[in-house]
């Protein structure tokens, strides 16, 4: 079965087409009936993807939340799911009574595990054990100063242990914090020119430090070096917009993932899995643009395991989807 889209009109699902230059090579196949099936009727919204250290992956979710308009709100259920890559069986839940909107959710190199919570403006930063380590942004309290967020979106970690948030759907900009948690400098306002932003939405580093950023409402993608200049873009051009990248170039490039809709919204033509080299070219796309008689999707983020396999997340049907490289016959 290959990843494909069909987008749905009224009551009428309809093929959606569209052009791509992209190669047959390398396309991945859809893992049927993973993860297991009690995973998709205990979640809520799934937000944000990783892989720890043991290869698992740690799954974000928005549980039983309403919205994310009152921070005293908090989720009583359990947040984030650990779950074995293999199997698909649940390792480990935790994260109750401590969030209110979750987003997004990236671990680092020593195993810590960063989210961020648009609705308590706030970055949080855990050990692998789910001990509290470090918290910035002020609790319900937006801002666009050194110590406040405005409902930001992702966190990506340096080498160093410095750290870059995406802040994200208020503020418009990139913020670089020491390993400490030390404001260092920002860069980014609303806007459509380079360096500017509509809704940076995820943030990942490539091997060279560099900062690439999907930048959502605007259908791209921007890379910056480490002081924020900008370097390059590239554009989705049929407009679909740009909700996360991944950049896991030992495993086969950077990875993006985009949700298109038309007719202000109503005609949900849903996500492709976009698979670029190492000059940004498009190598492989797959989605909506496929073949394959399934549900039409709106991908929010997407992770790599050390064996290529691809792990997106749908807000539209609340479910984890893995897809494992194979050929086409």
């Known amino acids: 079965m290959l990843l494909g889209m069909y987008c749905m009109i009224g009551a009428t699902m309809v093929k959606a087409q569209e052009q791509t230059n992209t190669s047959s090579d390398g396309k991945y196949i859809l893992v049927e009936d993973w993860p297991e099936s009690s995973i998709r009727s205990n979640m809520g919204q799934p937000s944000g993807l990783g892989i720890d250290r043991e290869g698992n992956l740690i799954v974000f979710h928005r549980a039983d939340a309403i919205d994310s308009s009152d921070p005293k709100r908090l989720i009583s259920k359990n947040t984030m799911l650990k779950i074995d890559t293999h199997s698909g069986e649940v390792l480990k839940e935790r994260g109750d009574g401590l969030f209110c909107w979750p987003h997004g959710l990236n671990v680092d190199k020593d195993g810590n595990i960063w989210v961020t919570d648009v609705g308590l403006h706030q970055v949080f930063k855990f050990d692998e054990n789910g001990v509290l380590l470090m918290k910035l942004g002020v609790t319900g309290e937006a801002g666009s100063d050194t110590m406040h967020f405005n409902k930001p979106t992702d966190v990506a970690v340096a080498e160093d242990g410095s750290f870059y948030v995406s802040d994200g759907y208020g503020n418009s900009r990139v913020v670089k914090f020491s ?74 490039g950077l990875f993006a993932v985009d949700y298109r809709v038309e007719n202000d919204g109503a005609q949900i033509l849903g996500s492709n899995i976009i698979q670029f080299d190492s000059d940004f070219n498009v190598v492989n796309q797959q989605g909506r643009i496929g073949a394959y008689d399934g549900p039409v999707c709106r991908y929010h983020d997407i992770e790599i395991d050390e064996a290529g396999n691809i792990y997106v997340v749908d807000l539209l049907e609340n479910r984890i989807q893995k897809f494992e490289r194979g050929s086409i016959d």
Do not use: C
Not at 187 to 215: C, R, Y
Not at 220 to 242: C, H, M, P, S, Y
């Open 179 to 252: 390993p400490s948690g030390k404001f260092m400098f920002q860069w980014g306002e609303k806007g459509t020119g380079e360096g500017q932003f509509n809704i940076p939405h995820s943030i990942d580093l490539d091997g060279d430090g560099n900062v690439i950023v999907a930048d959502r409402n605007n259908a791209r993608i921007q890379k910056f070096d480490a002081k924020g200049n900008f370097l390059e873009e590239w554009r989705n051009e049929v407009g679909a917009n740009v909700y996360a990248i991944k950049a896991a170039f030992t495993k086969g």
